[in-house]
């Protein structure tokens, strides 16, 4: 055993890697993290596997079912399963390009049944298929999927201004259509304010009426009363007597009465001249 002392070598293994030994070319073991031992020169570490997960973009371009190109980005999540760290190292040369692969064969399989507008709203779909898929195959060469986004569905620049300009007309379609809902509510709502007011005005027209016609109801019988050979018809005369004056002296405050006879304007003018005279001779004298 003192013999082979000076032949082992002390090799170190990083945090979230393992190492893959071989004696000779052939595949001896896995090493964690941490210093190991191994049978120099007979034994090597061939390499080293990360175990952290990795992410991995893919563009992808292809054809809705409406015919409109499109450019589908995908970013996908994988780590190294250390237990299957050997199917990793041994039976997969190039695991990113296997990941793109499924990826475009997936999505170039999915949108192409997909209308564009369908496609912006199945962007979870369209990702889960390609975790599936991924999933299914990857696990064989040790590596686990974590997760699968599509991160971006891009069409043509000339179609995103299509696209603008129809998502435009329909908010303004919508906003007219509002603003129409607003202006018939505002017309009902007054129409339905002015048919109040007006009942309203009516029923204090007719308490007013009424209680018009109780106070001539008790001016009459008061006065019959108190006046001996007096008839309800004499009182009544005099109430409309006094009811006439009354609107003539509330007309005459505030407004001046002209007959429609042409001879009335001229004795006004007439009147006016002279009163002028007069003011002219006062002052001269």
């Given at each position: 055993m003192s013999e082979w002392a000076g032949c082992f070598c002390l090799q170190c293994i990083r945090e979230k890697e393992v190492g893959v030994v071989e004696d000779l070319g052939q595949f001896k073991r896995l090493i964690g993290e941490g210093p190991s031992l191994i049978c120099?020169?007979?034994?090597?570490?061939?390499?080293?596997?990360?175990?952290?997960?990795?992410?991995l973009d893919v563009i992808c371009e292809?054809?809705?079912?409406?015919?409109?190109?499109?450019?589908v980005g995908v970013a996908v999540q994988y780590r190294v399963v250390t237990e299957s760290a050997y199917d990793a190292w041994y039976r997969l040369t190039n695991p990113t390009s296997q990941i793109q692969?499924?990826?475009?064969?997936?999505?170039?399989?999915?949108?192409?049944?997909?209308?564009?507008?369908?496609?912006?709203?199945?962007?979870?779909?369209?990702?889960?298929?390609?975790?599936?898929?991924?999933q299914n195959v990857m696990k064989d060469y040790g590596y686990a999927i974590v997760n699968t986004l599509v991160t971006d569905l891009s069409p043509d620049h000339k179609v995103k201004a299509s696209m603008n300009e129809i998502n435009a007309a329909r908010r303004l379609k919508e906003a007219a259509s509002h603003q129409a809902e607003a202006d018939k509510i505002r017309?009902?709502?007054?129409?339905e304010a002015e048919a109040e007011a007006r009942y309203l005005s009516g029923l204090g027209v007719a308490r007013q009426r009424k209680a018009i016609v109780e106070g001539l109801q008790s001016s009459v019988a008061a006065f019959s009363d108190e006046v001996e050979g007096a008839s309800p018809r004499d009182v009544m005369d005099i109430l409309l007597?006094?009811?006439?004056?009354?609107?003539?002296?509330?007309?005459?405050?505030?407004?001046?009465?002209?007959?429609?006879?042409?001879?009335?304007?001229?004795?006004?003018?007439?009147?006016?001249g002279k009163s002028f005279m007069v003011g002219k001779n006062d002052l001269l004298s």
């Open positions: 120099w020169p007979l034994q090597s570490v061939a390499g080293r596997l990360s175990l952290r997960v990795k992410q292809t054809k809705t079912k409406d015919n409109v190109f499109v450019q692969a499924y990826v475009f064969d997936v999505i170039r399989s999915t949108v192409p049944r997909l209308e564009l507008d369908s496609a912006f709203e199945s962007k979870d779909d369209i990702a889960r298929a390609v975790f599936e898929q991924l017309q009902v709502k007054g129409a007597l006094t009811q006439y004056f009354d609107t003539l002296s509330g007309v005459g405050a505030n407004s001046l009465i002209l007959e429609h006879d042409p001879a009335t304007v001229a004795n006004l003018q007439m009147q006016v």
